[in-house]
């Protein structure tokens, strides 16, 4: 199992950022897909996930401001960050679950700086 990360960064209050996590290793379109994301001295938080069947649900506090989508063609998870602030300063692991097999992996984290 692999996955590469990509779209991270350092960027001003306000602005956006699209992540990426390029999976491989296991059948991407079998397993529910998460975003996590840990600040500097807290625990892992979650903040969104895309169901097998397309739904999606969010953390109250990125709703309205961030979109989770997934393509299962090109076994690609994505994460549209918009109207960034502060408190999203981050690093950014994706994760894939599976409630059927309890199997579950981890990406190896992007980092994402929301200052000014």
Same mark, same amino acid.
């Given at each position: 199992?692999?996955?590469?990360?990509?779209?991270?960064? #350092?960027?001003?209050?306000?602005?956006?950022?699209? #992540?990426?996590?390029?999976?491989?290793?296991?059948?991407?379109?079998?397993?529910?897909?998460?975003?996590? +994301?840990?600040?500097?001295?807290?625990?892992?938080?979650?903040?969104?996930?895309?169901?097998?069947?397309?739904?999606?649900?969010?953390?109250?506090?990125?709703?309205?401001?961030?979109?989770?989508? +997934?393509?299962?063609?090109?076994?690609? #998870?994505? #994460?549209?960050?918009?109207?960034?602030?502060?408190?999203?300063?981050?690093?950014?692991?994706?994760?894939?679950?599976?409630?059927?097999?309890? +199997?579950?992996?981890?990406?190896?984290?992007?980092?994402?700086?929301?200052?000014?």
């Amino acid at each position: 199992v692999q996955f590469v990360e990509s779209g991270g960064g #350092l960027v001003q209050p306000g602005r956006s950022l699209r #992540l990426s996590c390029a999976a491989s290793g296991f059948t991407f379109s079998n397993y529910d897909m998460n975003w996590y +994301r840990q600040a500097p001295g807290k625990g892992r938080e979650w903040v969104a996930i895309a169901y097998i069947n397309g739904m999606t649900n969010y953390a109250d506090s990125v709703k309205g401001r961030f979109t989770i989508s +997934r393509d299962n063609a090109k076994n690609t #998870l994505y #994460l549209q960050m918009d109207n960034l602030k502060p408190e999203d300063t981050a690093v950014y692991y994706c994760h894939a679950g599976s409630e059927s097999t309890f +199997r579950n992996f981890w990406g190896p984290g992007t980092q994402v700086t929301v200052s000014s």
